[in-house]
């Protein structure tokens, strides 16, 4: 089974960025290269909620909350996602997941914090 580890989260000031990656481990670690690959966040105390995706053919699509401060990409030669966060607001603060079309399992995320 494919597991994604997210990584670049970190403590920022509002309206600054940050970009999140997600790499793949495991034997069909290629799939990320292909497979619609999604971002979704947990903030505190509350459900996850899914952010942005990625298509096979490279589409994109955005929750409304996030959408033109967000960017989703993939980067096939390092088998890498990205997700690029601009202008943060507090309301961003959560953990950030990574996910292919299997969501039976996650990783462990990684932590945003958006400080006023």
């Known amino acids: 089974q494919v597991q994604f580890v997210e990584s670049g989260g970190g403590l920022v000031q509002s309206g600054g960025s940050l970009r999140l990656s997600c790499a793949a481990s495991?034997?069909?670690?290629?799939?990320?290269?292909?497979?619609?690959m999604d971002w979704y966040r947990r903030p505190p105390g509350k459900q996850r909620e899914w952010v942005a995706g990625i298509n096979r053919v490279n589409y994109t699509s955005y929750a409304d909350s996030v959408k033109g401060r967000f960017t989703i990409s993939r980067d096939n030669a390092r088998k890498l996602v990205y997700l690029e966060l601009n202008s943060l607001k507090p309301e961003d603060t959560a953990v950030y997941y990574c996910n292919g079309p299997d969501t039976r399992s996650w990783g462990q995320g990684t932590q945003v914090t958006v400080f006023a």
């Open positions: 495991g034997s069909a670690g290629s799939a990320i290269t292909y497979c619609t």
